[in-house]
């Protein structure tokens, strides 16, 4: 496993010619092809510019290249761009974060209506200061996995109605951590959602939070 369990059922169907009902699709696609093999490479190499963007001190003329080498780049990709359902990242349950590069990287290593286990991984360019990793992508990793145990206890999607963040220690960066996130009450609709993000031990961020499963077709 990677970015998500692969054998989830989804109680709601699609239509045969649109499975897009209200804000999310009936149905999450999820796929192990889409931008091909080496998607991850690229996906991984967009990383570490970030991550070297934040810690370059470039000279201007060193900046005026990297921006005409960019230019060529985003110029490439605009001959390729698809809506959002259909574009690998965010579906590719083979990479980490399946293949979302907004979410910092992370693997699962179980996840199911019990609820679902991860190693996450900030990035350098996750930094918030001193070395540790902003507060706001602690919250994304828990926002993200919270709500894939929400949405493996349903078995469809749910959108958070709020989250809070308890910042227990501070969270390195470059380092595996071990993120936990469980449905630990139901009621209809909504969700109730613990989590923990350890350092080893250390416990660094905990999660309280409150998913809502969306109706069919809600916007
Ligand atoms: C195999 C592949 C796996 C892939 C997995 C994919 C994982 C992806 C994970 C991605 C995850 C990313 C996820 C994201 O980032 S989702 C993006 C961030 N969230 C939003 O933008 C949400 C915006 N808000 C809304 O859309 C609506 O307000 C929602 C949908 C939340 C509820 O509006 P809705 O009209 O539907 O319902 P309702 O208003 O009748 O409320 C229903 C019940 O809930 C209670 N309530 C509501 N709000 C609150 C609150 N703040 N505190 C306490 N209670 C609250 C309410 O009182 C009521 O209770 P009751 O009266 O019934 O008792």
């Given at each position: 496993m990677k970015?998500?369990?692969?054998?989830q059922k989804w109680h709601v169907p699609a239509t045969e010619d649109s499975p897009h009902e209200g804000g999310f699709r009936a149905e999450i696609d999820v796929t192990v092809?889409?931008?091909g093999p080496r998607y991850g490479e690229l996906i991984e190499q967009v990383r570490t510019f970030m991550d070297k963007v934040r810690y370059a001190n470039p000279?201007?003329?060193?900046?005026?290249?990297?921006?005409s080498d960019l230019q060529e780049f985003n110029a490439k990709l605009d001959t390729v761009l698809v809506d959002e359902w259909t574009s690998p990242s965010g579906t590719r349950i083979d990479l980490?974060?399946?293949g979302n590069i907004t979410l910092p990287p992370y693997?699962?290593?179980d996840g199911g209506e019990h609820g679902v286990t991860a190693t996450v991984e900030f990035r350098p360019f996750h930094l918030g200061g001193n070395g540790v990793a902003h507060g706001g992508h602690v919250a994304t990793a828990f926002d993200d996995l919270g709500g894939m145990a929400a949405a493996l206890n349903v078995h469809g999607i749910c959108r958070t109605a709020y989250l809070t963040v308890n910042y227990r220690s501070?969270?390195?960066?470059?380092t595996p951590l071990m993120l936990r996130t469980w449905?630990?009450?139901r009621d209809d609709r909504k969700l109730f959602v613990k989590?923990?993000?350890h350092d080893g031990e250390r416990l660094c961020a905990d999660l309280d939070a409150l998913f809502i499963a969306l109706r069919r077709g809600q916007a």
């Open positions: 970015g998500a369990p692969t054998d092809e889409r931008g000279t201007p003329e060193l900046v005026d290249e990297i921006i980490p974060a399946r693997e699962v290593v501070l969270t390195p960066l470059s449905v630990e009450r989590g923990t993000l």
